[in-house]
Each structure stands twice: as structure tokens, then as C-alpha cells.
């Protein structure tokens, strides 16, 4: 188990990436290709983590920082769905708790799917405001102080 970190959108880690959010989000999702990347500015900025089980990428989650004022939003959280309910998305989650508390991040916030949201939770995300639609799926704002 390896997990890699680029934020270089021309990297072989990035290319894993995509190529599993595409595959969770736009393919099994339906979530719209164009929703999904987001803007190349996002993507060039962002954090991608890159779980990888014997050289195969398995998870991916992406940090947005805000380093102004020391916050983060976490994104695209994706495990395919052959390692779904192993424990991988914890491991990532981990992961990048740790990168953040190390880079001195402070407050981090996501957008959890529902179905989702127990995950969170073990990790101490408290639930900030009300459910809301995004890309045709019900998610919740989340977040945690660190």
C-alpha cells in the first residue's frame, strides 16, 4: 500500500487520479465530465493523493487549499468499486488529515456525499448546515477543526 501526492496536473499520479474520479463519478455517477474536473485553475492547485495497492491505483482525494487563511476543502473522494468497504478511503483520509495538520491548516471543510457522511464522521467532521444537491446527488457541508 503507497500512498503518492503531486500537484502536478502533467504527472502519471494525476493521470490516476482522473482516470478514477472518472470512472466513480462520470461513469458510474453520471456526474457530468465538465462538473467533475472542475476548472483547470482548481486542478492546478489542488493537492491530489493517490492511493495505490500492488502499482495499481485504487483511491483518490483532492485538498484545495486556501492558504490565506490556513483552510482547506477537501474533493473527490473516490475508491473504485471492486476496493469499496475495505478500509481504503479511511487510509486516504488519514493520509491527508496528517498533510494538513503538518502544513498547518486549520479548518477543513468537504461536501459529503450522504452515503458518505459516516466516514466523516469517525474523523470528527461535524455537520454544517443542510442537505443540498450537487451534480444531482445529495451531499452535506462538513468540517473539522485541526
Do not use: C
Request: net charge negative.
Amino acid at each position: 500500500m503507497e500512498i503518492k501526492i503531486t500537484r502536478d496536473t502533467m504527472s502519471e499520479i494525476y493521470f490516476d487520479a482522473l482516470r478514477i474520479r472518472n470512472t466513480v463519478f462520470v461513469k458510474e455517477q453520471q456526474v457530468p465530465y465538465e462538473l467533475e474536473v472542475g476548472n483547470a485553475v482548481e486542478e492546478a492547485a489542488a493537492v491530489h493523493f493517490v492511493l495505490y495497492d500492488s502499482g495499481n491505483s485504487i483511491g483518490t482525494v483532492r485538498l484545495l487549499a486556501d492558504l490565506e487563511n490556513q483552510t482547506a476543502l477537501i474533493q473527490r473522494m473516490a475508491i473504485l468499486q471492486s476496493f469499496r468497504g475495505k478500509g481504503y478511503a479511511a487510509i486516504l483520509l488519514e493520509n491527508l488529515l496528517q498533510f494538513a495538520k503538518e502544513n498547518g491548516f486549520h479548518t477543513l471543510t468537504l461536501h459529503a456525499q450522504l452515503s458518505a457522511r459516516g466516514l466523516y464522521q469517525k474523523f470528527g467532521f461535524i455537520e454544517a448546515g443542510e442537505i443540498f444537491e450537487e451534480a444531482g446527488i445529495q451531499h452535506i457541508t462538513m468540517k473539522k477543526t485541526i
